[in-house]
């Protein structure tokens, strides 16, 4: 395929605008790089604050209705299994030629994703008989599809100047306050984190969610609650901050970006497979073992232990070895056969 290639990008809004997220950023990304866009997602609302500014190429459109008469694009993504609806995917048999058809899975460090990695499923039954989804895994290690990462993104942070973004914002640190920010579910660890941070003089920075009214000042802890951030000025924070507490999958990416200690505090599920996949990421980063501990605390595993000194060479080789790794639309182009 000749770019540009129009792209159909589906997604649900399931709770915590982490999925609109993702797909916003990789819309962005593929527009980009000359491509075309039509995002399909059942609530837009969360783009006023997360993306104030929309490039052109991008067209938001209402999650489609049954009878909704409408061209498939070339390449057909469905963001974390939410299938397209039947009469569409009936369109995408019916094309001619038929578009390529991505299932675009979460984010995992567990041995499954290299395994199931780029995997066809052929459909023998339902309203896409005749067409073949592939399955595109993010990872991170060669096997997998890779991270979101911009073209430049890396030169950009190298040039950013934290403290005096931070003062244009009016969150200015104090001399001798190292900056925390604050994105998190909610979590029963809250109090016993603050009282830690408070053993050194600290701006905790918290942003919207579910703690955000918990936090207050107190003895060497200065806090601020902000509002809702842009991506943009969401990735200026991390880049800005001593130490990030992050959350979900697309924080947890730019947090690796970022070049900074942060904590990951995975996304709660019933059954508890939540704890394996944080143990597969420990594992595959070869956290240092009282770090992996706190990892562990702030999720509920265990005790929450005392917080270490963040180590920021640490943090600045763990993405030097992830930027090795092409980047998730690269691979994604690469895969599909689009040129660029």
């Not at 997604?11 to 609109?20: A, F, Q, S, T, Y």
């Not at 309203?127 to 073209?151: A, Q």
């Not at 001798?176 to 603050?194: C, G, I, M, T």
Request: hydrophobic share 45%; net charge negative; glycine share 8%.
């Amino acid at each position: 395929m000749s770019a540009p290639v129009l792209w159909d990008l589906f997604c649900r809004v399931i709770d915590n605008h982490g999925d609109l997220g993702v797909c916003w950023r990789l819309a962005r990304d593929l527009v980009a790089r000359g491509q075309r866009v039509r995002l399909w997602v059942d609530d837009p609302s969360a783009l006023a604050w997360m993306a104030p500014d929309r490039p052109a190429g991008i067209d938001v459109h209402a999650w489609p209705g049954g009878g909704a008469d409408v061209r498939p694009g070339d390449v057909v993504i469905e963001a974390f299994g939410c299938e397209p609806p039947p009469a569409f995917i009936a369109r995408m048999a019916a094309r001619q030629p038929q578009p390529r058809w991505i299932n675009l899975e979460y984010l995992s460090a567990e041995g499954y994703v290299e395994r199931s990695h780029g995997l066809a499923s052929p459909q023998f039954s339902g309203p896409g008989v005749g067409l073949t989804k592939h399955f595109f895994y993010p990872g991170f290690t060669p096997r997998t599809g890779g991270l979101l990462r911009e073209p430049g993104l890396l030169e950009r942070i190298l040039t950013f100047d934290g403290r005096d973004w931070l003062a244009r914002q009016g969150w200015a640190p104090r001399p001798d306050e190292r900056v925390v920010s604050l994105f998190a579910y909610a979590n029963a660890r809250l109090p016993a984190l603050l009282d830690e941070l408070a053993t050194q003089p600290t701006l905790l920075l918290a942003c919207p969610g579910p703690l955000q009214a918990q936090v207050a000042d107190q003895p060497g802890l200065r806090t601020m609650a902000l509002p809702y951030q842009s991506q943009d000025d969401y990735d200026r924070l991390l880049w800005a901050c001593d130490l990030n507490f992050v959350r979900g999958e697309d924080s947890f990416v730019r947090a690796h970006w970022a070049g900074k200690p942060f904590v990951w505090q995975i996304y709660p599920q019933d059954d508890g497979a939540h704890a394996a996949k944080l143990e597969a990421f420990i594992a595959t980063a070869q956290l240092p073992a009282r770090w992996a501990a706190f990892w562990r605390g702030w999720n509920g595993l265990a005790p929450l232990p005392a917080l270490l000194v963040p180590d920021p060479p640490q943090a600045l080789n763990w993405r030097a070895h992830l930027a090795q790794q092409p980047d998730l639309v690269s691979q994604l182009l690469g895969f599909l056969g689009v040129s660029r």
